[in-house]
Every structure is written in C-alpha cells, then in structure tokens.
C-alpha cells in the first residue's frame, strides 16, 4: 500500500505517569475520507507495536473538512511502534482494509 500524496502527518509521543505514552497525531493535506476511498466514512488511525504481528485500532482522526486536516490524541502503554491511518467505511473497523495515506515509526527516546 502506498501513502497519498500531499498528506503530511507530525506525530509526537511524551511520557505520561504510569509508563503510559500520550500520542499526538496531526495531519494536514487531506482529502476528505469518501475522496481517498470510495464509501469510506472515516480515517481509521492503528498502531502496530516492536514484535506484534497485527496493528491495533486506536481511534479515529477527527476531520475539519474546511481545513482538510485530521488530528487524534491519545493513550498508549507502547513506545516504538508503526503508525498508520486508513480511509475506512466504517468508524469501527476490525483491521485495515482500506488505502493508506499516513505510515510513520514512532520511537520515545530512553
């Protein structure tokens, strides 16, 4: 799977208490979901941790159509991981299915 061209994504990870990691994920360039996608609904947003064999779903990006841009901001226990975002049909996705238009490693410096 390729990246969409023009989306330019900036993630950002800081240690939080309990050896929990907050996730910063901006995006900018981006069509909207149903544009990327024929019938998606949603930019899914999966993390795939050092050693895991599938991603896991984290939420979704919260789209502003007039800006074309999609952020999400959350809760991981993980500290070197891949992280992507695909156009999905729904907001409730089991696994990535649809294109990808964001791949970035993220890894918090010791």
Do not use: C
């Amino acid at each position: 799977m390729g990246t969409a061209v023009g989306a330019d994504a900036t993630v950002t990870i800081a240690e939080k208490e309990n050896e929990n990691f907050e996730l910063d994920l901006k995006v900018e360039h981006l069509l909207p979901p149903d544009r990327a996608a024929p019938g998606a609904q949603s930019y899914a947003v999966w993390i795939q941790p050092d050693g895991q064999e599938s991603p896991f779903h984290i939420g979704n990006l919260t789209y502003n159509d007039d800006r074309r841009t999609g952020e999400l901001t959350t809760i991981t226990p993980h500290r070197a991981f891949d992280v992507f975002v695909t156009a999905e049909p729904t907001a409730t996705p089991t696994e990535p299915k649809g294109p990808e238009v964001v791949n970035k490693r993220v890894q918090e410096e010791p």
